[in-house]
């Protein structure tokens, strides 16, 4: 059975160049009309806590989503009784300002997402350090425990504001991600990039005493990492100048199937019913927005995407950007077909289709409403 993927497209020629002042041509509104027609908004229910999941980007990124897309969103909830939060999670490791609730907060400021800008409170979900959790069993192919940030488990909906863009190790950033990566504390961050605890190599090791200074569980001993003790938090692989910290990461293809385990973990916690995606396929960079830097976007904007089915909606957003043309001076000038793969030829996009498929988390096949 196919799931209704909505749409409106952004790139609706203007219809009188005559006339200038057309309020109804802009994104914002379109996407107002877009989530009215759709009803996705309409079982809020007066007092849910309503989580905006979105990804404020590292320092230096300029393509991310636009924060009056996200304050529209905001409105639209509390206008019908909820009390909206926007959220993110605590980046791997534990040296960067994103691997931290504070520098995750600073760092979405400097990108102009405040209270302010937004309309609504920013909570990181999974606490100071990345750490704060709810942990859920999973029989998953690759996966058996998942790490879900402890905010998200406890708000009654989900909605997923996520900006489609190219992954360098997953191919896509949908909203698969979004929920996977996004919507998970450190330990899972760490069980999705990597296979194994880390272990420390004597022989390059200078005893400079890093690893165990930045170590929040005090894991580290003379050197040694105490697999009982350690709780996968990634510190002391990104301390470490020498490059002593040794770890197997995970395949592409293993990463795009963990954090699609993970994103079921985190749905069936909450409950499918209670999330709501949209995917906005504007300003479509080559790589995702945890990079420092935007590069030139890859094709024209397309438009915005809404679904109660994260599989479909994925799969719809990736099929637009297939078909597509793509933009000259850019990482997919000269590319027929799928794009994202090809930027990336070590990266498969099917993987993440497939394997969400297999789970039973959303279809493959869907059918747009405009």
């Known amino acids: 059975m196919a799931s209704t ?17 057309q309020p109804d041509l802009s994104a914002v509104t379109r996407l107002e009309k877009l989530l009215e027609r759709s009803g996705l908004l309409d079982d809020i ?50 040296r960067r300002d994103t691997n931290f609730a504070t520098g995750r907060i600073k760092v979405a400021e400097e990108n102009g997402y405040t209270h302010q800008t937004l309309q609504a409170p920013i909570i990181i979900a999974d606490g100071l350090k990345g750490l ?5 069993d999973l029989d998953g192919t690759q ?18 504001l996520t900006h489609f863009k190219g992954h360098q190790s997953g191919s896509f950033g ?36 890093a690893c165990e200074k930045i170590c929040p569980c005090d894991a580290i ?32 293809a293993e990463l795009d199937t963990r954090f699609v385990e993970c994103a079921k973990a985190v749905m069936d916690l909450l409950g499918h019913d209670k999330f709501t995606f949209i995917n906005f396929l504007l300003d479509i960079t080559p790589h995702c927005d945890c990079h420092p830097y935007s590069d030139n976007p890859i094709v024209p904007d397309i438009g915005i995407l809404a679904s109660r089915d994260i599989l479909a909606i994925d799969k719809a957003s990736l099929d637009l950007v297939t078909a597509a043309l793509p933009l000259p001076e850019s990482m997919a000038e000269g590319v027929v077909g799928e794009k994202f793969s090809k930027i990336f030829p070590w990266t498969n996009a099917d993987v993440q289709i497939e394997a969400a498929a297999k789970l039973g988390i959303g279809e493959r096949e869907y059918e747009i409403r405009g």
């Not at 991310?64 to 009390?83: D, H, I, N, P, T």
Request: glycine share 10%.
């Open 132 to 136: 704060d959790f709810v942990r859920v």
């Open 174 to 209: 949908g909203s698969l991600k979004n929920v996977g990566v996004g919507c998970t504390a450190k330990p899972s961050k760490y069980d999705i990039h990597i296979k194994d605890y880390p272990k420390i190599d004597e022989a390059r090791c200078n005893r400079c005493g």
């Open 221 to 252: 001993t003379n050197y040694v990492i105490d697999t009982d003790t350690c709780i996968r938090c990634g510190g002391c692989v990104g301390i470490c100048e020498e490059d002593a910290i040794t770890v197997e990461w995970t395949s592409p």
């Open 143 to 160: 996966l058996k425990e998942v790490y879900v940030a402890r905010a998200i488990a406890e708000c009654d909906r989900v909605i997923c």
């Open 45 to 94: 229910v007066r007092g849910d806590i309503v989580a905006l999941k979105v990804h404020f980007g590292e320092r230096g990124v300029t393509k991310q989503l636009r924060s009056v897309f996200m304050r529209k969103v905001a409105g639209m909830v509390k206008a019908r009784g909820g009390e909206p939060f926007f959220t993110e999670t605590c980046g791997l490791g534990m």
């Open 5 to 21: 993927v909505y749409f409106t497209d952004t790139r609706a020629p203007v219809k009188d160049v005559s006339k200038w002042y």
